[in-house]
């Protein structure tokens, strides 16, 4: 049984001592905060989209079209939000989505992260482009569980010194990002001439890969910038195929889930490939301008798919209301992106765990309060489109 919206009481019995959170509780309300603390080129960074920022607001939209009809006198005192998604055991439905280059938040970074991941039993999954290493990241998560998002190298011998890597820190499945072969156009970050990776920053694992360096003449710290464009050109630029997905499956003993998918027909490509799972997911916006709100597009995957692999979801999740929503139209569990990384911005460890508390102690409640007990319970008939 999980009682996450205990932290309602944890901080209203801290008000008879006079002391608020320090950080709001309106999940929704974490980028303002976070924008008053960021300087500007990180802080674009991370609230910025691709283009227009169309899609960023079509995933906003498309939550709002669906409404949940609560259900009463259902006997929804205790609730058990637990899930198993491709083994790994989960509190609730929730996980951390592979956000790169998070010193650019916080100093401790991905380290931070992992600590408050490893501290609410959530799954994290560490980014290709962290600022902190693979066995790094899986020490501070140390008992946590873990999963590895790979960005693909166009270099076969680094792609399989990094699942080697990451199988051997304990990470259990791997999550390959399809739909960031090549980086989006950016206005937010144009504008402002700002791109971490040319400041060395979501290095950190190349840069400790013995294949990586293999491939350079001098080492990082001799030609910093001949390193970091080398690994800009391995690790974006080319785009892969379908046929060359048994490379991976031959390279990695855990399951795979592919993220980014928002075609129906790629969901069903992701099942005849033999793979185990998909992130229905645009990235949270941040690739195709005017592309269609990740939420919109679920309800037809799940249909198609559901029954034949994990299906996740991400791209605009902010409170507990809208990942009842995805869990609802046939999500497996939700990933949260840019909700965390303002939590790790404003706080550190204790922001990122807050955040995380904020989101799940409101999931418990609008499951607990719309008459839900388990996640199970939470189907299509719950919500009304409107
Ligand atoms: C991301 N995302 C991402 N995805 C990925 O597969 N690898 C990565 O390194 C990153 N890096 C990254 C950095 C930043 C700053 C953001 C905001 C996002 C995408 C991420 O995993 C997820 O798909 C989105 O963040 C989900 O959208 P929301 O919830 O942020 O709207």
């Given at each position: 049984?999980?009682?996450?919206?205990?932290?309602?009481?944890?901080?209203?019995?801290?008000?008879?001592?006079?002391?608020?959170?320090?950080?709001?509780?309106?999940?929704?309300?974490?980028?303002?905060?976070?924008?008053?603390?960021?300087?500007?080129?990180?802080?674009?960074?991370?609230?910025?989209?691709?283009?227009?920022?169309?899609?960023?607001?079509?995933?906003?939209?498309?939550?709002?079209?669906?409404?949940?009809?609560?259900?009463?006198?259902?006997?929804?005192?205790?609730?058990?939000?637990?899930?198993?998604?491709?083994?790994?055991r989960m509190p609730a439905p929730v996980l951390l989505a592979p956000v790169g280059v998070q010193s650019i938040l916080h100093p401790e970074g991905e380290l931070a992260t992992a600590r408050a991941a490893a501290a609410l039993d959530l799954?994290?999954?560490?980014?290709?482009?962290?600022?902190?290493?693979?066995?790094?990241?899986?020490?501070?998560?140390?008992?946590?569980?873990?999963?590895?998002?790979?960005?693909?190298?166009?270099?076969?011998?680094?792609?399989?010194s990094l699942l080697q890597r990451a199988r051997a820190a304990g990470y259990s499945t791997l999550v390959v990002t399809l739909d960031t072969w090549t980086l989006a156009w950016r206005p937010r970050d144009l504008d402002q001439s700002y791109?971490?990776?040319?400041?060395?920053?979501?290095?950190?694992?190349?840069?400790?890969?013995?294949?990586?360096?293999?491939?350079?003449?001098?080492?990082?710290?001799?030609?910093?910038?001949?390193?970091?464009?080398?690994?800009?050109?391995?690790?974006?630029?080319?785009?892969?195929?379908?046929?060359?997905?048994?490379?991976?499956?031959?390279?990695?003993?855990?399951?795979?889930?592919?993220?980014?998918?928002?075609?129906?027909?790629?969901?069903?490509?992701?099942?005849?490939?033999?793979?185990?799972?998909?992130?229905?997911?645009?990235?949270?916006?941040?690739?195709?301008?005017?592309?269609?709100?990740?939420?919109?597009?679920?309800?037809?995957?799940?249909?198609?798919?559901?029954?034949?692999?994990?299906?996740?979801?991400?791209s605009g999740v902010r409170c507990g209301a809208d990942a009842v929503k995805a869990l609802a139209l046939g999500a497996r569990a939700v990933l949260l992106g840019r909700t965390y990384a303002y939590g790790l911005a404003l706080g550190g460890?204790?922001?990122?765990?807050?955040?995380?508390?904020?989101?799940?102690?409101?999931?418990?409640?609008?499951?607990?309060?719309?008459?839900?007990?388990?996640?199970?319970?939470?189907?299509?008939?719950?919500?009304?489109?409107?």
């Amino acid at each position: 049984m999980t009682h996450f919206n205990s932290y309602q009481s944890e901080i209203y019995l801290q008000g008879l001592a006079d002391v608020r959170p320090a950080f709001t509780t309106d999940p929704t309300r974490l980028e303002e905060a976070a924008r008053a603390a960021m300087e500007p080129g990180p802080f674009g960074y991370v609230a910025g989209g691709a283009g227009s920022g169309a899609t960023m607001r079509a995933n906003r939209e498309a939550f709002d079209r669906w409404r949940i009809v609560p259900r009463m006198l259902t006997d929804a005192t205790t609730r058990d939000l637990s899930v198993t998604v491709l083994g790994t055991r989960m509190p609730a439905p929730v996980l951390l989505a592979p956000v790169g280059v998070q010193s650019i938040l916080h100093p401790e970074g991905e380290l931070a992260t992992a600590r408050a991941a490893a501290a609410l039993d959530l799954t994290m999954v560490l980014s290709t482009a962290s600022s902190h290493t693979i066995e790094d990241v899986a020490a501070a998560n140390g008992a946590g569980s873990r999963w590895y998002q790979l960005y693909w190298p166009s270099d076969n011998d680094v792609t399989v010194s990094l699942l080697q890597r990451a199988r051997a820190a304990g990470y259990s499945t791997l999550v390959v990002t399809l739909d960031t072969w090549t980086l989006a156009w950016r206005p937010r970050d144009l504008d402002q001439s700002y791109l971490p990776f040319l400041h060395g920053i979501g290095t950190a694992i190349p840069y400790s890969d013995p294949a990586f360096l293999a491939t350079l003449d001098k080492t990082p710290e001799q030609d910093p910038q001949l390193a970091v464009l080398r690994w800009i050109q391995t690790f974006t630029g080319t785009d892969h195929r379908w046929d060359q997905l048994p490379f991976l499956r031959e390279h990695w003993a855990g399951p795979i889930v592919l993220k980014g998918i928002q075609h129906v027909d790629d969901a069903r490509r992701a099942v005849d490939a033999g793979m185990d799972g998909i992130v229905v997911s645009n990235h949270g916006g941040r690739q195709v301008d005017g592309a269609v709100g990740a939420l919109d597009v679920l309800p037809e995957i799940a249909a198609a798919v559901g029954e034949s692999l994990a299906v996740l979801f991400d791209s605009g999740v902010r409170c507990g209301a809208d990942a009842v929503k995805a869990l609802a139209l046939g999500a497996r569990a939700v990933l949260l992106g840019r909700t965390y990384a303002y939590g790790l911005a404003l706080g550190g460890e204790a922001g990122v765990r807050h955040a995380l508390r904020s989101v799940l102690a409101d999931l418990d409640s609008t499951v607990a309060l719309s008459g839900h007990r388990t996640i199970a319970e939470l189907t299509p008939d719950l919500l009304r489109r409107v």
